[in-house]
C-alpha cells in the first residue's frame, strides 16, 4: 500500500454493488475504504452501512457532496449511469462505472467528455477481463500457439430470468430484478453480453468494422433472452457470440481458430489447445472468477499516478457502439451494420 486508504462510495446496492464492489473486494481492501454507500431502498442501504461501517446516505447527490469520498462507483440499473457518473465527475470525484457503462453512444460520449473536461478518472467495471480462462487464451494467442486467428467463438449460458442478490450471494433473491426485464437496458444484450464484447476487442486489439445481430424474445416479454452477435474484425477476422438466459444444455464457452491450432474451452475451470501437428495440451485448475482485487489494485495505482487506468472508457465505449448496432441491426432482420464509434474513443 501507498499512502492512505482512498474514500470510496458506492451507488447501488444491488447483485454488483453489494457482492461483486462491496464484498468482493472493497470491504479487504488495503488501498480502498468504503465510507458511504446508497440505494433507493431504505433497508438495503441500512444493511450496508452496518456491514461495512459505511455511512448511508438517502440519495446519490448527498453521497457525491461527501467530502470523504474520492471516488464514486456507479452500480445502478444501465439507464440512469449517465447522469450520475456526469455529476460525480463534475464534482471533483474519480468515477467506476458498472458495465455497460452506458445505453446509448451519446451517453458514453458524454461521460467521457466530463472526465476530460473536469480532469478526473474515468474507468469501467470490465471485470471478467480478469477471468483466468480469458487470461490463458490471451496468452495462448498473443504468444501465437494457433497462429493467426481467424474466427472465435463465445458463449454464456444464464439460469434463467434475473433475480434480485440474496443475503449471501449475487443473483440468488426470491424476486425479479424487474429494471432487467424491461426496454431500454434489460435483456441479455446489455446484461451479459458487453462481457463476451469487451472480451473480442481486448483479444483482437480494436473495435470491430462490422455488427450483425439476431434476437429473439418470448412472447409476453419485453426484451430479448437469446443474442446471437457477429463482428467482423479487419483481414476477415470473425467473432461470433451467443447468449442464452435460458439453456438446458450447457454448451462449450469459448472456440479460437487460428490456422496452426484450435483452443476449446468447454468451461470455466480447463480448456485445452489442439494443436495442427496432432498434439494437445490441457489446462486445468482455472478457478471460476469470483472478485476482482486486479482491477482495483490498478485502479488505486492510476489515482496515485502509478500506471494507467485498468479499463480505458474509449475501449468501453466501443461496447456501447456494438450494443447499439446490434440493436439496429436486429431490427433490420439482421443486416450487416458498419459500426460507429463515439467521438473521441478512438
Same mark, same amino acid.
Given at each position: 500500500?501507498?499512502?492512505?486508504?482512498?474514500?470510496?462510495?458506492?451507488?447501488?446496492?444491488?447483485?454488483?454493488?453489494?457482492?461483486?464492489?462491496?464484498?468482493?473486494?472493497?470491504?479487504?481492501?488495503?488501498?480502498?475504504?468504503?465510507? !458511504? %454507500? *446508497?440505494? /433507493?431502498? $431504505?433497508?438495503?442501504?441500512?444493511? &450496508? #452501512?452496518?456491514?461495512? +461501517?459505511?455511512?448511508?446516505?438517502?440519495?446519490?447527490?448527498?453521497?457525491?457532496?461527501?467530502?470523504?469520498?474520492?471516488?464514486?462507483?456507479?452500480?445502478?440499473?444501465?439507464?440512469?449511469?449517465?447522469?450520475?457518473?456526469?455529476?460525480?465527475?463534475?464534482?471533483?470525484?474519480?468515477?467506476?462505472?458498472?458495465?455497460?457503462? !452506458? %445505453? *446509448?453512444? /451519446?451517453? $458514453?460520449?458524454?461521460?467521457?467528455? &466530463? #472526465?476530460?473536461?473536469? +480532469?478526473?478518472?474515468?474507468?469501467?467495471?470490465?471485470?471478467?477481463?480478469?477471468?483466468?480462462?480469458?487470461?490463458?487464451?490471451?496468452?495462448?494467442?498473443?504468444?501465437?500457439?494457433?497462429?493467426?486467428?481467424?474466427?472465435?467463438?463465445?458463449?454464456?449460458?444464464?439460469?434463467?430470468?434475473?433475480?434480485?442478490?440474496?443475503?449471501?450471494?449475487?443473483? /440468488?433473491?426470491?424476486?425479479?430484478?424487474?429494471? &432487467?426485464?424491461?426496454?431500454? +437496458?434489460?435483456?441479455?444484450?446489455?446484461?451479459?453480453?458487453?462481457?463476451?464484447?469487451?472480451?473480442?476487442?481486448?483479444?483482437?486489439?480494436?473495435?470491430?468494422?462490422?455488427?450483425?445481430?439476431?434476437?429473439?424474445?418470448?412472447?409476453?416479454?419485453?426484451?430479448?433472452?437469446?443474442?446471437?452477435?457477429?463482428?467482423?474484425?479487419?483481414?476477415?477476422?470473425?467473432?461470433?457470440?451467443?447468449?442464452?438466459?435460458?439453456?438446458?444444455?450447457?454448451?462449450?464457452?469459448?472456440?479460437?481458430?487460428?490456422?496452426?491450432?484450435?483452443?476449446?474451452?468447454?468451461?470455466?475451470?480447463?480448456?485445452?489447445?489442439?494443436?495442427?501437428?496432432?498434439?494437445?495440451?490441457?489446462?486445468?485448475?482455472?478457478?471460476?472468477?469470483?472478485?476482482?482485487?486486479?482491477?482495483?489494485?490498478?485502479?488505486?495505482?492510476?489515482?496515485?499516478?502509478?500506471?494507467?487506468?485498468?479499463?480505458?472508457?474509449?475501449?468501453?465505449?466501443?461496447?456501447?457502439?456494438?450494443?447499439?448496432?446490434?440493436?439496429?441491426?436486429?431490427?433490420?432482420?439482421?443486416?450487416?451494420?458498419?459500426?460507429?464509434?463515439?467521438?473521441?474513443?478512438?
Amino acid at each position: 500500500m501507498s499512502g492512505e486508504r482512498i474514500g470510496v462510495g458506492l451507488i447501488g446496492l444491488g447483485n454488483s454493488g453489494w457482492h461483486y464492489h462491496a464484498e468482493g473486494t472493497l470491504a479487504g481492501s488495503n488501498d480502498f475504504e468504503l465510507v !458511504a %454507500v *446508497t440505494s /433507493a431502498r $431504505a433497508e438495503r442501504r441500512e444493511a &450496508a #452501512a452496518a456491514r461495512f +461501517g459505511a455511512v448511508a446516505h438517502q440519495d446519490w447527490q448527498g453521497l457525491i457532496a461527501d467530502d470523504r469520498v474520492e471516488v464514486v462507483v456507479v452500480a445502478t440499473p444501465h439507464h440512469l449511469r449517465e447522469s450520475v457518473a456526469v455529476a460525480a465527475l463534475a464534482a471533483g470525484k474519480h468515477v467506476v462505472v458498472e458495465k455497460p457503462m !452506458a %445505453v *446509448t453512444t /451519446a451517453q $458514453a460520449g458524454a461521460m467521457l467528455d &466530463a #472526465a476530460q473536461a473536469h +480532469g478526473r478518472i474515468l474507468t469501467v467495471f470490465q471485470n471478467r477481463r480478469w477471468e483466468p480462462s480469458f487470461q490463458l487464451i490471451r496468452r495462448l494467442v498473443g504468444e501465437g500457439e494457433v497462429g493467426p486467428v481467424w474466427r472465435v467463438e463465445e458463449r454464456r449460458m444464464h439460469g434463467g430470468k434475473y433475480v434480485v442478490a440474496g443475503t449471501d450471494r449475487p443473483h /440468488a433473491g426470491s424476486d425479479l430484478a424487474t429494471w &432487467a426485464h424491461r426496454g431500454g +437496458g434489460g435483456g441479455v444484450s446489455y446484461l451479459i453480453a458487453p462481457h463476451l464484447i469487451d472480451h473480442q476487442v481486448v483479444l483482437h486489439g480494436e473495435p470491430p468494422e462490422t455488427v450483425s445481430a439476431v434476437m429473439h424474445t418470448y412472447a409476453g416479454d419485453e426484451v430479448e433472452h437469446y443474442l446471437d452477435l457477429r463482428l467482423g474484425f479487419g483481414g476477415g477476422v470473425l467473432s461470433r457470440i451467443e447468449i442464452f438466459r435460458e439453456n438446458v444444455l450447457d454448451l462449450p464457452k469459448w472456440a479460437v481458430f487460428g490456422e496452426q491450432g484450435t483452443i476449446m474451452c468447454d468451461d470455466f475451470t480447463s480448456l485445452r489447445l489442439e494443436r495442427a501437428d496432432g498434439t494437445t495440451q490441457h489446462y486445468g485448475d482455472l478457478a471460476p472468477l469470483q472478485s476482482c482485487d486486479e482491477f482495483y489494485h490498478q485502479l488505486a495505482a492510476a489515482i496515485r499516478g502509478h500506471g494507467p487506468v485498468p479499463v480505458d472508457p474509449r475501449e468501453a465505449a466501443h461496447t456501447v457502439a456494438v450494443l447499439e448496432a446490434a440493436h439496429a441491426s436486429a431490427r433490420a432482420g439482421g443486416d450487416l451494420v458498419r459500426l460507429e464509434t463515439v467521438d473521441g474513443a478512438q
